[in-house]
């Protein structure tokens, strides 16, 4: 068999996925708090890069010192008259096309759908002059206050009280071991035989130990179970007798509600037996949660929403969310003369680009973001008005055909964003939700979050008397003009965490019972 060479031409499509398109791709769907951590690890590669502290809110100059901002870029496109490409990207005077040919892409296709702004935003949208605040004791930052009255965990909170009750070295020892054991709702998850092997102590000394820890507050900390738990605590009130024993040795019982098997148990009769229900009920099965151990991180909405004097819906950005990232072109025109090889000068030039690239991609951003949540209130402004009953359904590919937009740049956009409303905070995911047709098939179709909110309202109005079955809550629904079926019904009564018609007339009779 003779070799011979062969000559083939193909022709074949492939997308790349270029470090800058990705990066803008990020930015978008980040949250205002991973954005945050992202632009703190760029100020750290790019030394071009600078953030705008409140000392440096005021412009120094005609020139601002030579620094320029995402927020600067805002306010150039919206006040410019010509249509001429974005001076501040240029490196040396080059051409946009240059800058874009640099980075093996163009900004249009990291936003294909976005469409630039029409001028400038009346309300203040823009996103910038964040205050950062710095590290000196000079300014608010020593708050004494803040941590003096800080909160203190359950752990520290025990190891201060066993510090004052328990003298005996080694009965601290075993204290302490005690209290690591304990989780963040005040249980002791061990057996106290194995820890007498592990520590080496007697089994006695080990309960004795244990019982002073139960006598620390939170009342009913450091019980093995939950009748422990509320046992301590009754005993705390003086309350603990042979029937709440029996009652709290039976809790299986109460917790499916077999109230006849319960009396039995306990030898009272129902009214007893509801009086001690509603005491128990009083009680705190996990004292321990009263002490955080975890800090919660507050919701900062990322846009602002605000009535107008006219009637209409204000707005805007929320510039707290977004820091103010400044491009230092006096510092880059600095270096750049003492840089000798090529090696320094394409480094500096790449963090200049780099630089650009980040400001143009977070003004970018701002704008989108902005562009969705003007939409999303244009089509549930009777939401706003009225309140969630007139919360109308809604879909991605809604909002993306009505400001001309994909599916998926939306979905990025609404991604971990919350908005700052008259009725709360929300997350924008919020108002995307699924549609159920309206009872005569003709109607405007309804939201689920409008018919789970009329679900609520018809349970929470309910009397002892009727108490509304789910096929009584359909009928209901139907001459509402919902067309809704019952299994339907029992799903989002269910992810309500609504008990079921008997469950609630049981209830609703205990009640009744413990109030006479």
């Known amino acids: 068999m003779a070799i011979s060479t062969k000559l083939e031409m193909r022709q074949g499509q492939q997308l ?12 978008l769907q980040y949250s205002n708090l991973e954005l945050s ?3 703190e690890g760029e100020l750290e590669r790019n030394p071009l890069l600078e953030i705008e502290d409140a000392a440096t809110d005021a412009p120094a100059g005609p020139e601002h010192d030579g620094r320029e901002s995402a927020g600067d870029v805002v306010d150039a496109a919206a006040h410019s008259d010509s249509g001429e490409s974005d001076d501040w990207l240029d490196l040396e005077k080059p051409s946009a096309a240059d800058a874009t040919d640099s980075f093996d892409t163009e900004f249009e296709n990291v936003y294909p759908d976005a469409a630039p702004s029409d001028g400038p935003d ?5 996103w910038s002059q964040v205050k950062q605040r710095g590290s000196s004791f000079e300014g608010d930052d020593s708050n004494l206050e803040a941590y003096a009255t800080a909160d203190i965990s359950l752990r520290e909170y025990l190891v201060e009280q066993a510090a004052l009750a328990i003298r005996d070295p080694a009965e601290r020892l075993v204290a302490q071991y005690l209290i690591d054991t304990v989780d963040e709702a005040g249980y002791l998850h061990a057996d106290l035989r194995d820890i007498a092997g592990k520590l080496a102590a007697p089994e006695g000394m080990v309960e004795r130990v244990l019982g002073v820890l139960q006598s620390f507050e939170p009342v009913g900390v450091c019980a093995r179970s939950l009748a422990e738990c509320l046992a301590l605590q009754l005993k705390e009130q003086n309350r603990y007798d042979p029937q709440i024993a029996a009652l709290l040795d039976n809790l299986t019982l109460l917790a499916t509600h077999n109230f006849a098997a319960l009396r039995r148990a306990v030898g009272v009769d129902a009214d007893e037996l509801a009086e001690m229900i509603g005491e128990i009920k009083t009680l705190n099965p996990k004292p321990g949660l009263k002490f955080g151990s975890v800090q919660m991180q507050p919701v900062v909405p990322d846009i602002l929403v605000r009535a107008g004097n006219d009637g209409s819906w204000l707005i805007e950005l929320n510039s707290d969310t977004l820091p103010r990232v400044l491009v230092n072109r006096v510092y880059y025109a600095k270096v750049s003369k003492t840089a000798r090889t090529e090696k320094d000068k394409g480094y500096l030039l ?39 009953q007139y919360l109308r359904p809604m879909n991605l590919k809604t909002v993306a055909d009505a400001i001309s937009m994909h599916e998926s740049t939306v979905s990025r956009v609404t991604s971990n964003k919350y908005i700052a409303t008259p009725r709360g905070i929300l997350e924008l995911k919020y108002f995307f939700t699924s549609s159920i047709a309206s009872a005569d098939g003709e109607g405007e179709a309804h939201s689920s979050e409008a018919v789970r909110h009329r679900i609520k309202q018809l349970i929470d109005g309910e009397v002892p008397n009727l108490i509304l079955s789910d096929d009584m809550i359909v009928e209901r629904l139907k001459s509402d003009g919902v067309d809704i079926a019952r299994r339907t019904v029992a799903k989002y009564r269910e992810a309500m965490r609504i008990p079921s018609s008997v469950q609630r007339r049981r209830d609703k009779r205990m009640e009744r019972a413990a109030r006479a």
């Open 16 to 27: 790349v996925m270029t470090p800058q398109l990705q990066q803008a791709i990020r930015l």
């Open 122 to 126: 009346p309300n203040g949208s823009q």
């Open 350 to 388: 790449e963090c200049l680009q780099t630089a650009n690239w980040l400001v143009k991609s977070l003004d970018q951003r701002a704008r989108t973001i902005l562009r969705v949540a003007e939409e999303i209130v244009r089509q549930q402004d009777a939401f706003f008005t009225h309140g969630v």
């Open 37 to 39: 951590q992202y632009i």
